[in-house]
């Protein structure tokens, strides 16, 4: 089975300083990108691309244009981010931008070639900037004789929209969508994404019809709307571990949205997931999209969810002894409550992000490490230790620790 | 009277009649306390947490409390004060007062057991007109 994959999914410029930071080089696997995000900022974007060196994906965000315009309005006229990647998407996206309710009715074959071309080729050349000082990098590599490779994504990701159910017209739409960028873009794989409810799951019927409709695609991204690890009931979460199981292995599955319990599907056939830095580890189809919003938040790993900065204070202060050992927490010595208050007075959102991946990393590694048992006895020793030190003081939640141990059981 | 907000109203009048200046909806970092209680020429803060029922829910909110606050109180209707695991709340130095239309009622008072951040609750006392109290 390949390493799982984490893609933190950046926003508007505020990850860049985490994701480059020294003590995250070997921290996560690569990163992904909003459509409208990359072409918005598409200088930095490609720079920092470059620069990191880690593999990437962008999200196309076409399932946008099928809900009203206005979620992607700000006072009566569409976000300059979407602005720009209209006019790069072309129809029927531009016609959909304008007020028009999209309908199956705008696609046939030639106008969906003629949009997967200009989706997938904007995506393919992301890394290319247009600004003269990357092009000068470029030449300047020329001259020393050394080559510097342009980064492609890893995979390209066709247009995508929502459907509730397979018998939808969309998810047919969604299939030829993907079987024409195979066609069209036969030199790089090309990802398919599934954006549904996590309700088609629990029928025998659609899930066989999903995994044989996808399984002439290199890979799958899943997208399963408002699927929030922390909140949903054990049988959900054990209907997507039953979905999980049926993927084809030998193709990537990759999560759209996800956090620790996605990882732990990394034992069932699970092999990445895409978030944002502490934040997006789920997300409704109706949402807003935004370019990410931060608010300050400590990740608390016996709890393996992130709480505001006083209701993780409140509880070291009490118990100095079991802050992460973290190479960002560790700079201090914590002995005292004054040590950890000074320890978060101290904790930028620079530090507290960078607290969050190398959690994320550490986990992983231990997930990686340990079998199906050893990892309920991971869950179960969190759920003993949240029992005993949290015990409903705090505002720190952890009863989804016991709901993930008994989807995985 | 079965709202929130009814609650704290006579909580307000409850501390404002013993001297106390009562501030609601008080900045704690990205949280807000329902209710703060300050008294001239004492530097000692008084944080509560209104609950209608939730007592739980009010619990858990009111032990963050702790960080800023000298003495931290659960407040929670009459009807529903039976739920409340006290010997929970004095292990966690929470108090609890009862509220209903006959007026307000401390069960008990405890101290809060943690080391307050200094830092914070200067902040508190200073968004409440503090300062205010210690010139007069």
């Known amino acids: ?168 017209e969309w998810y047919d739409l969604n299939i030829r969508i993907m079987e024409l960028s195979k066609d069209n873009f036969q030199d790089i794989p090309i990802y398919g994404v599934l954006c549904t409810n996590k309700e088609v799951l629990s029928n025998e019927e659609w899930l066989s019809k999903i995994l044989r409709d996808f399984d002439f695609i290199d890979g799958i991204l899943i997208w399963l709307s408002d699927f929030n690890e922390y909140s949903l009931n054990g049988r959900i979460l054990k209907t997507f571990i039953n979905f999980v199981q049926q993927l084809n292995r030998e193709k990537d599955a990759i999560m759209m949205y996800g956090s620790y319990f996605s990882m732990i599907a ?63 927490c560790r700079q201090n010595e914590i002995h005292s409550s004054d040590d950890i208050y000074k320890f978060f007075d101290e904790l930028t959102p620079l530090k507290g992000k960078i607290h969050y991946c190398l959690c994320r990393n550490s986990e992983l590694e231990e997930i990686k490490n340990n079998d199906k048992d050893e990892i309920e006895s991971i869950l179960s020793s969190s759920i003993e230790f949240c029992e005993e030190m949290i015990n409903g003081l705090y505002d720190i939640p952890y009863r989804h620790l016991a709901r993930w141990l008994s989807a995985i059981q | 009277m079965k709202s929130e907000d009814e609650i704290i109203d006579n909580i307000k009048l409850f501390f404002e009649k013993k001297g106390f200046r009562v501030i609601t909806e008080v900045p704690l970092l990205t949280k807000r306390i329902d209710i703060i209680c300050l008294k001239n020429g004492i530097n000692e803060i008084i944080a509560i947490e209104v609950k209608i029922q939730n007592w739980k829910r009010g619990l858990q909110q009111a032990s963050v409390y702790r960080i800023c606050s000298d003495f931290v109180y659960l407040a929670i209707h009459r009807d529903f004060s039976h739920r409340v695991d006290i010997k929970l709340l004095q292990r966690a130095g929470i108090g609890l007062i009862v509220v209903d239309e006959d007026g307000v009622e401390i069960i008990f008072k405890i101290s809060n057991q943690l080391l307050t951040h200094q830092g914070i609750k200067n902040n508190i006392i200073s968004y409440c007109g503090g300062d205010y109290f210690a010139s007069i």
């Open chain 1, 1 to 168: 089975m390949p390493a799982f994959k984490i893609f933190y999914r950046i926003g508007m410029a505020g990850e860049k300083a985490v994701l480059s930071h020294e003590l995250l080089k070997d921290a996560f696997y690569g990163i992904s990108l909003s459509a409208n995000v990359a072409c918005f900022s598409r200088t930095w974007v490609s720079q920092f691309i470059n620069r990191l060196g880690k593999p990437f994906f962008i999200d196309p965000v076409s399932y946008v244009f099928q809900f009203p315009i206005e979620q992607i309005s700000r006072e009566g006229s569409l976000k300059k981010s979407f602005e720009k990647l209209v006019k790069i998407y072309g129809e029927p996206i531009i016609s959909a931008s304008e007020g028009h309710q999209i309908t199956l009715s705008d696609f046939d074959d030639g106008i969906i070639t003629s949009m997967i071309t200009n989706i997938l080729n904007f995506q393919r050349n992301i890394a290319r900037s247009e600004s003269n000082s990357q092009k000068s990098l470029f030449e300047f590599g020329e001259w020393l004789d050394e080559e510097i490779v342009e980064k492609e994504p890893e995979f390209l990701v066709p247009p995508y929209f929502w459907f509730d159910t397979p018998e939808s």
């Open chain 1, 266 to 328: 990394s034992k069932f056939g699970l092999n990445g997931m895409s978030q944002g830095v502490g934040i997006s580890e789920s997300k409704n189809v109706t949402d807003q999209p935004t370019g990410g919003t931060f608010s300050r938040k400590y990740y608390v790993p016996q709890a393996k969810t992130s709480v505001s900065v006083a209701n993780a204070m409140s509880f070291y202060a009490e118990h100095p002894e079991t802050i992460c050992r973290c190479d960002i």
